[in-house]
């Protein structure tokens, strides 16, 4: 299977809003409402930031959240700050018992 | 507070063997699906196997499949990978996941003759 699509790269000023999609098919975005996204820091542990498409964990600033349409996932972060400044991942349950993860995407604050 | 403690990585030649273990609290263990999670530092995360609640569930990547095995043992809060056959392309660094929760610090596994 192959990973999951998501842009490479985005940028956005300080308060601004960016979004970052994330592209699979109907056998695992489409599929189910198991989403998560990940934020990673270099060469920190990765930390969950939304599951299941839309779900914040307790401690997770509201400037963040997800949403879904078809086989497309996305993340929003609004009020953009400079310790947004990361590597961000997707994945997805698939309806083969697996899961899949996306590219990733480094977000630059300018 | 959730806590993963992982153990168990190291050096191993190819066609080697490794187990990964680890120790989970703060959390209903025997109620959470879990994962390992590879990551070659510089590069992206991929999702290695996946085991739920019970055992009853199991899932593989196919580059993992038939060399690896992943058990748990819900007495002890702990979750195990059988590394078999390794192979150069396995070196990563391994991470413990439990589902929609915080991972484990990650575990080096290089496999080099």
């Known amino acids: 299977q192959s990973a999951l699509t998501q842009p490479a790269s985005v940028s956005g000023s300080p308060g601004q809003s960016i979004t970052i999609s994330c592209t699979g098919t109907?056998?695992?975005?489409?599929?189910?409402?198991?989403v998560s996204w990940y934020q990673q820091y270099p060469g920190k542990t990765p930390k969950l930031m939304i599951y299941?498409?839309?779900t914040r964990p307790s401690g997770v600033s509201n400037r963040f959240s997800g949403s879904k349409s078809g086989n497309t996932a996305s993340l929003t972060i609004s009020g953009l700050q400079a310790e947004d400044e990361a590597d961000y991942y997707c994945?997805?349950?698939?309806?083969?018992?697996?899961?899949?993860f996306g590219g990733g995407t480094s977000l630059t604050v300018l | 507070e959730v806590q993963v403690v992982q153990s168990g990585g190291g050096l191993v030649q190819p066609g080697g063997s490794l187990r990964l273990s680890c120790a989970a609290s703060?959390?209903?263990?025997?109620?959470?699906?879990m994962h390992w999670v590879r990551q070659v530092p510089g590069k992206g995360l991929v999702w290695v196997s996946l085991?739920?609640?019970?055992?009853?569930?199991?899932g593989y990547a196919d580059s993992v499949k038939g060399r690896f095995t992943i058990s748990r043992d819900n007495a002890k809060n702990t979750l195990y990978l059988q590394m078999n056959s390794l192979r150069v392309e396995d070196t990563a660094v391994y991470y413990c996941?439990?589902?929609?929760?915080?991972w484990g610090q990650g575990t080096l596994v290089t496999v080099s003759s």
């Open positions: 703060g959390f209903t263990f025997s109620s959470n699906w």
């Open positions: 109907s056998s695992d975005i489409g599929a189910f409402n198991y």
């Open positions: 085991i739920n609640s019970d055992g009853s569930r199991i």
């Open positions: 994945c997805s349950y698939t309806t083969i018992n697996t899961v899949i």
């Open positions: 299941d498409v839309t």
């Open positions: 996941v439990p589902a929609d929760k915080d």
